[in-house]
């Protein structure tokens, strides 16, 4: 099983940005899907989560601004994060609890967002 995130890039404060985590192997189902960052300095924190019934939950700093959703039939997780802080600056983690024959977490390799300021 592979997670494979994309769509960071460099963008202006107030800007917007869409991020996609495909995950592919002999996948069964895919229960929680989540979005986590770390920024420079700091340690990895929790963005946004997703059920597999679709429930969310956002950290306090990105509610409003930020929406988690999924595609169960493509097994891909997106985060659309519109009016961007350059304290939103970080590397971004997919994370996925997979099920094939058994149950693994997975993460993404990471993608960097850049807020300019």
């Known amino acids: 099983v592979q997670l494979q995130a994309s769509g960071g890039g460099l963008v202006q404060a107030g800007g917007s940005l869409r991020l996609s985590c495909a995950a592919s192997g002999s996948i069964f189902s895919i229960n929680v899907m989540a979005w986590y960052r770390q920024g420079p300095g700091k340690q990895r924190e929790l963005v946004a989560r997703i059920g597999s019934g679709g429930s969310t939950n956002y950290a306090d700093s990105v509610k409003g601004r930020f929406t988690i959703s999924r595609d169960n039939a493509k097994n891909t997780v997106y985060l659309q994060m519109n009016s961007l802080k350059p304290e939103d600056t970080a590397v971004y983690y997919c994370?996925?609890?997979?099920?094939?024959?058994?149950?693994?977490?997975?993460w993404g390799q990471g993608t960097q967002v850049t807020v300019s300021s």
């Open positions: 994370y996925g609890v997979v099920v094939t024959t058994t149950v693994y977490d997975y």
